[in-house]
Antibody
Framework: QVQLVQSGSELKTPGAAVKVSCKAS????????INWVRQAPGQGLEWMGW????????RYAQGFTGRFVFSVDSSVSTTYLQISSLKAEDTAVYYC????????????WGQGALVTVSS | QSALTQPPSASGSPGQSVTISCTGT?????????VSWYQQYPGKAPKFLIY???KRPSGVPDRFSGSKSGNTASLTVSGLQAEDEADYYC??????????FGGGTKLTVL
């Protein structure tokens, strides 16, 4: 069965960096892209962008350029979200979600990774 | 790209039908038949509910249906059940490989 398993919760201080992982199983990894979606506490879903797991090409939404980097290691079927120069407003749950090539929806989701930024 | 507009809340009694709207623009909802819907329980990951306006993935009850007219998409939940109480989010393709979510609607089953 398709599964996306994300890394655990992180507590970071402002200015630090964090790397969230999303390990896929149950399907051919490079046949599907991975979306990243942010959900701040008590807020809605916000699309951050996606990465082509076959080529490694990322696509970032407006507002998620510069400090946010998507990467992939297909040898371990894992995608990564790295956020640098963390700010308090980056505190959120970050979800990865699978995207079928040529379509625009997210069918399977990871369980989410809570990143808390606090001094 | 601005978030799609959803009502913050909706409600209905068990057995009734409720419809949640999702209003975008002629650049997103109105331009493409790539509207999807997600259900989210508190503290849980979203669940895929509807894709390409009105298609249901396998396993999603046919009580859930989607439609679109102009720049507004809608999710209808028929035969409301207590377990349908959750947050619902719409999402649309906005061109140039961009997606945009709605602000979410909290559905209460009275």
């Amino acid at each position: 069965q398709v599964q996306l398993v994300q890394s655990g919760s992180e507590l970071k201080t402002p200015g630090a960096a964090v790397k969230v992982s999303c390990k896929a199983s149950g399907y051919t990894f490079t046949n599907y892209a991975i979306n990243w979606v942010r959900q701040a506490p008590g807020q809605g879903l916000e699309w951050m962008g996606w990465i082509n797991t076959n080529t490694g090409d990322p696509r970032y939404a407006q507002g998620f350029t510069g400090r946010f980097v998507f990467s992939v290691d297909s040898s371990v079927s894992t995608t990564y979200l790295q956020i640098s120069s963390l700010k308090a407003e980056d505190t959120a749950v970050y979800y990865c979600a699978r995207k079928t090539r040529g379509t625009y929806y997210a069918d399977y989701w990871g369980q989410g990774a809570l990143v808390t930024v606090s001094s | 790209q601005s978030a799609l507009t959803q009502p913050p809340s909706a409600s209905g009694s068990p057995g009734q039908s409720v419809t949640i709207s999702c209003t975008g623009t002629s650049s997103d909802v109105g331009a493409y038949n790539y509207v999807s819907w997600y259900q989210q329980y508190p503290g849980k990951a979203p669940k895929f509910l509807i894709y390409e306006v009105n298609k249901r993935p396998s396993g999603v009850p046919d009580r859930f249906s989607g439609s679109k007219s102009g720049n507004t998409a809608s999710l209808t939940v028929s035969g409301l059940q207590a377990e349908d109480e959750a947050d619902y989010y719409c999402c649309s393709y906005g061109g140039s490989n961009n997606l945009v979510f709605g602000g979410g609607t909290k559905l209460t089953v009275l």
